[in-house]
Structure formats: C-alpha cells, structure tokens
Nanobody, 125 residues
Framework: QVLLVESGGGLVQAGASLRLSCAAS????????VGWFRQGPGKEREFVTALSWSGGRSDYADSVKGRFTISRDNTKTTVYLQMNNLKPEDTAVYYC??????????????????WGQGTQVTVSS
C-alpha cells in the first residue's frame, strides 16, 4: 500500500510559480515510476508529466513542456512538480500517482494504481 499526499496548491496570478509536493508513506516510491496528472473543471483527467524511478527518464505534456519540471528527493519519498509561468489554463486539481505494477512511465491515468487526493491550483488572469 502506498499513501500519497499532495500539497502546495493555491491561488496565483498568471506568470507566477508554484511547487507542488507529493509525499509517500507506506511502501514509498522506491522502485516505482511516478506521474502528475490534472483535471480541470468539466474536463477529463489529463497527463502532465512522469518520472522513472531512477530519475533517468521523464516525459511532459506539450502544454507544460519548458514550464514544468518533475523531480524527486534523494530518499525517493517525495516527488515535486515545479510550475513556472503559470497560465489560467493550468487551473485544475493536480494529482500525483504511482505505478507499482510496471517499471515504465506512461501517459495513461489507468496505468497508475495509487493516487493522492489532489491539490487545487487556480491561476487568475
């Protein structure tokens, strides 16, 4: 069992930065790929970014490439999402997820079996 808890969301103006954190407890992230997803109002959950367990491979949605960065700490118990130059269209609930059954990153939400409760990010224009 992996328990994931996100934090760091909030209300910011366009152009600002936020850093989201996802803390793992229980089995931690050790050995698991992790991802960030988001769900805007009236929209389906969409892929934002993912990181391999080793940190050697990452993937980003085109909409966030160059503005968002995923990372994890050395203990592999916390995953971060640094979000720069935020835009109103980034407004969503952001979720972190862990993929424990396979060793590769994936863009599909269904590929991840553990999820956090989400943290709201609102970007005003």
């Amino acid at each position: 069992q992996v328990l994931l808890v996100e934090s760091g969301g909030g209300l910011v103006q366009a152009g600002a930065s936020l850093r989201l954190s996802c803390a793992a407890s229980g089995r931690t992230f050790n050995g698991y790929p992790v991802g960030w997803f988001r769900q805007g109002p009236g929209k389906e959950r969409e892929f934002v970014t993912a990181l391999s367990w080793s940190g050697g491979r990452s993937d980003y949605a085109d909409s966030v490439k160059g503005r968002f960065t995923i990372s994890r700490d050395n203990t592999k118990t916390t995953v971060y999402l640094q979000m720069n130059n935020l835009k109103p269209e980034d407004t969503a609930v952001y979720y972190c997820a862990a993929r424990t059954l396979y060793n590769s990153i994936d863009r599909q939400p269904s590929a991840y079996d553990y999820w956090g409760q989400g943290t709201q990010v609102t970007v005003s224009s």
